[in-house]
T-cell receptor
């Protein structure tokens, strides 16, 4: 299985800050890579698919990039509603695997 | 608008079989892959497997020997059976949709999740 290591595991930032979350894969991945947002007690929500494509309805302050083994999710200007845990996911190889999550708090 | 809703027993005894159903509304099941994912309390997401509209399955190897998926497109639902459960199977279980015009692993719609506790 491909292991995904997210960093940091948690962060605290202020409204308007630029926030970047990293995800490193244990093996090379093409572009079969997604990012999800999960709020407490809720199901995950797809934010970014195929590494850099913004899901319909997701605010443009979210962006994704990367290839190979290193991927990032960036929130360009953090908003109060962005307080959540973010997960990366690969599906280049079966089984699809998820990262350990990054919890984003608002200062 | 696609909606998914899991249903299950809530509590299952050790060594018994867990049965879950996911009801799908707002979309035909044809052309998509239907996944199960679980999340133990405070833990990361764990992909269990998927079934497509034709009944083809792909299971996580770590659970394969205990898993059975089924699908009934006439009822717009799909189901999971996990046998010989232990406390390690306690988790929130989600159903989700993938595929269609995108890759199988792009899970664009999820159910709210159902909490399953394995305990005597």
């Amino acid at each position: 299985d491909i292991q995904l290591t997210q960093s940091p595991s948690s962060l605290s930032a202020s409204i308007g800050d630029r926030v970047t979350i990293s995800c490193q894969a244990s093996q090379y991945i093409t572009k079969s890579f997604n990012w999800y947002q999960q709020k407490p007690g809720k199901a995950p929500k797809l934010l970014i698919y195929d590494a850099s494509n913004l899901e319909t309805g997701v605010p443009s302050r979210f962006s994704g990039r990367g290839s190979g083994t290193d991927f990032t999710l960036t929130i360009s200007s953090l908003q109060p509603e962005d307080s959540a845990t973010y997960y990366c996911q690969q599906y280049d190889n079966l089984p699809p695997t998820f990262g350990g999550g990054t919890k984003v708090d608002i200062k | 608008q696609v909606q998914l809703q899991e249903s299950g027993p809530g509590l299952v005894k050790p060594s018994e079989t867990l049965s879950l159903t996911c009801n799908v509304s707002g979309v035909s099941m044809t052309g998509y892959h239907w996944s199960w994912i679980r999340q133990a309390p405070g833990k990361e997401l764990d992909w269990i497997g998927y079934i497509d509209y034709s009944g083809n399955t792909n299971y996580n190897p770590s659970l394969k020997s205990r898993l059975t998926f089924s699908i009934d497109t006439s009822k717009n639902q799909f189901s999971l059976k996990l046998s010989s459960v232990t406390a390690a199977d306690s988790a929130v279980y989600y159903c989700a949709r993938g595929g269609g015009k995108r890759q199988i692993g792009v899970l664009d719609s999820w159910g709210h999740g159902t909490l399953i506790t394995v305990s005597s």
